[in-house]
């Protein structure tokens, strides 16, 4: 029943709403007679009230003919006026014909079809004009164009950048807020100077920016944000833009997606800030999604440490291949409840298994590979604070070695097809406890791989992500929120640093690849982290997105390095011998292998080491799958402190 009413009254409206239409037409038929034959001369024309009310309805049927009914007045556009052309002229043609037809053109000076015409465009499109003007308040662009000295209240702001981004910006902005003042655009491209976009003057070229803002604030008026109109800048250039804004004292952003929801609301248009990882000088590297596809797409996919930062996005990633069923575990109760729940909300259709599994507890592993039997399995599980862990070096043996050990075994006992094991650049020369024992970790799944017949065993290996938990990103953060000092070790250390979005990304990449590759045994693939950051770089660019100025506002104290801490990071250790090939987004390498005998022995051993606590033979027992690894020059590398960004797989 109210299916019914509101379909009726949808028809009601729709029919009320062609009466301005059908008296716009009955109008300008009469004036075009009026105009041609003077007043009162064109009253007394034989049937001149019933050739004006065949012209009106031919014009209301060729309206609705073309649609022209059913578009919103408030939202007029060129397609709509475009329907409006079409309907006019179709009326004048049709009723021009039939007029020839019956009366050969009788009472028909030649004048009124093409005065017909126009005055049937003009009101048509008039009236839609005047109503969107006045519903969207924008009567002042019949006044004086408004610039930066216009308006109290409001925030002025600058569009850098003239690009359909902006123009559709601004008309937003000047039909829904009234927050937002924009002040004018700034293009590097001179012929687009002096031009009007929505009223809005392009006032020059991005070099005219500081003469620009200092007019502002003569006049009161300041312009408070730069907002980049390019949905897709290069980050070099993003970053000019950011040390630009620096420099005058004022905030950048970027343009918001308009077009990522068609609902725009207030909010919406508030601009995005700029995001660290926006300014990172490394290519975006496309994925080889085909290959990725056939990973994972119709199989069974298990992920260990699926609450962490890495484990979190990989099971995001994987849950858009369409999997046939995803399996996701972690020893975080927390973590995977919101997991679980997210990704039910995104992926209604897709089955998930959410389990509560340490990987150190072998037991619980091996039945759980019993049951679902998966196909491919992503092992991100890891405890990877490198203080904890040195503190605490039976716990990272357990997780970080034994635990991989358990995994592993379970998938090779289960015929899976794929084992992808998430390494670190800590693992290359190590200097402490928990580089050590992820390199101990790559070392048995080589060998697995080696010795595999059925299940592929790959590890890939990176270094820093931007955002993990309880990395360098949120303690910078931190401390820039309580305005300073942002400490680093030294001046000259650098890092590799990558989103952990691309890092996912690349691991699935690289992942898919492996799998295509099944003459390759015993490699690992090292991801292509681009060119090393400087951390004192990274601190300066947080500060300056926080809207403070480096060493100005808020000052940068350098602690001196610590015990085992590296100047620069290393991605392949010496003893490793670079494949030679050097594929989309990663490197192959080739690692040295350990024995698989040996190396069985050696981990009885650890595990026995581990059972009684025996803390020094435990490391000394790693030392033999780790050699390069020495334990007295090992330090408590803090990650926060130091700026070494790590992942949370677990």
């Not at 794929?418 to 799944?445: L, Q």
């Not at 690849?513 to 982290?529: H, N, P, S, T, W």
């Not at 050097?582 to 690692?591: L, N, Q, Y």
Request: overall charge neutral.
């Amino acid at each position: 029943m109210r299916a019914s009413l509101k379909s009726g009254w949808s028809v009601l409206r729709r029919t009320f709403g062609l009466a301005p239409d059908i008296v716009i037409a009955y109008a300008a038929f009469a004036a075009s007679y009026a105009i041609t034959l003077g007043h009162p001369a064109w009253m007394n024309v034989p049937g001149i009230y019933e050739k004006a009310g065949a012209f009106t309805l031919i014009c209301a049927i060729c309206i609705i003919f073309f649609g022209v009914h059913r578009a919103s007045w408030r939202y007029a556009s060129i397609p709509d006026l475009v329907a409006v052309l079409k309907a006019a002229l179709a009326t004048v043609a049709i009723y021009t014909v039939a007029v020839f037809l019956v009366s050969r053109g009788d009472n028909v000076p030649r004048s009124v079809p093409i005065l017909s015409t126009l005055f049937l465009i003009a009101g048509l499109c008039s009236v839609r004009l005047a109503y969107r003007l006045a519903i969207d308040g924008n009567w002042k662009l019949l006044g004086p164009t408004p610039g930066w000295g216009r308006g109290t209240g409001a925030r002025n702001v600058i569009l850098v950048g003239l690009s359909h981004g902006a123009e559709s910006y601004i008309r937003a902005a000047k039909r829904l807020s009234k927050d937002i003042n924009i002040a004018g655009i700034v293009d590097d491209a001179e012929v687009n100077h002096s031009r009007l976009v929505q009223g809005v003057k392009v006032i020059g070229g991005i070099d005219r920016l500081p003469t620009i803002v200092e007019l502002a604030a003569r006049h009161g008026r300041p312009i408070d944000e730069l907002i980049v109109t390019e949905l897709k800048p290069s980050r070099q250039w993003l970053s000019e833009m950011v040390d630009l804004s620096t420099s005058l004292g004022i905030k950048v952003s970027r343009i918001p997606d308009l077009t990522a929801t068609s609902t725009i609301t207030n909010n919406l248009l508030e601009p995005k800030a700029i995001e660290l990882g926006d300014l990172l000088g490394r290519p975006e590297v496309e994925t080889d999604f085909q290959s990725v596809a056939r990973l994972i797409s119709g199989g069974v996919v298990l992920a260990t440490g699926a609450g962490g930062s890495i484990g979190s996005e990989l099971c995001r990633q994987i849950a858009s291949f369409g999997p046939k069923q995803l399996i996701i575990t972690d020893s975080s109760e927390h973590h995977l409840y919101m997991l679980d729940k997210e990704l039910r909300g995104s992926y209604p259709d897709l089955p998930i298994v959410t389990r509560i599994v340490n990987v150190r507890d072998r037991v619980r592993v091996e039945a759980l590979f019993r049951e679902y039997k998966p196909s491919a399995v992503f092992h991100a599980a890891a405890l990877k604070h490198v203080p904890l862990v040195e503190e605490n070096p039976i716990e990272g043996i357990k997780t970080n070695v034994l635990g991989t050990c358990a995994v592993a075994n379970a998938a090779l006992a289960n015929d899976v097809s794929t084992f992808v094991m998430i390494s670190t650049d800590k693992a290359v020369n190590p200097t402490n406890i928990m580089g050590a024992t992820k390199r101990a970790a790559e070392a048995y799944c080589q060998a697995l791989d080696v010795s595999s017949e059925k299940t592929r065993f790959k590890t890939v290996r990176f270094g820093n992500v931007l955002g993990s938990n309880g990395s360098v990103v949120p303690r910078f953060q931190e401390q820039i929120a309580e305005g300073g000092p942002v400490t680093v070790t030294h001046p000259h250390i650098v890092r590799y640093f990558m989103t952990i979005p691309e890092a996912v990304r690349l691991v699935l990449h690289a992942s898919g690849y492996a799998r295509q590759r099944g003459g390759e045994r015993g490699k690992i693939m090292v991801l292509d982290m681009g060119k090393p950051v400087r951390i004192v770089d990274l601190a300066e660019r947080m500060i300056q997105l926080a809207g403070y100025r480096p060493r100005v506002d808020i000052d940068i104290v350098f602690t001196g390095l610590r015990p085992g801490e590296k100047l620069y990071e290393e991605l392949f250790d010496p003893s490793e011998i670079q494949d030679g090939r050097t594929e989309e987004g990663f490197v192959v390498a080739s690692p040295r292998v350990i024995d698989k005998s040996l190396l069985l022995r050696t981990l009885d051993g650890l595990r026995s080491a581990v059972e009684q606590e025996d803390v020094t033979r435990a490391i000394k027992l790693l030392t033999h799958i780790v050699p390069e690894y020495a334990p007295k020059a090992a330090g408590a590398e803090d990650d926060e402190a130091i700026g070494g960004d790590r992942r949370e797989p677990a």
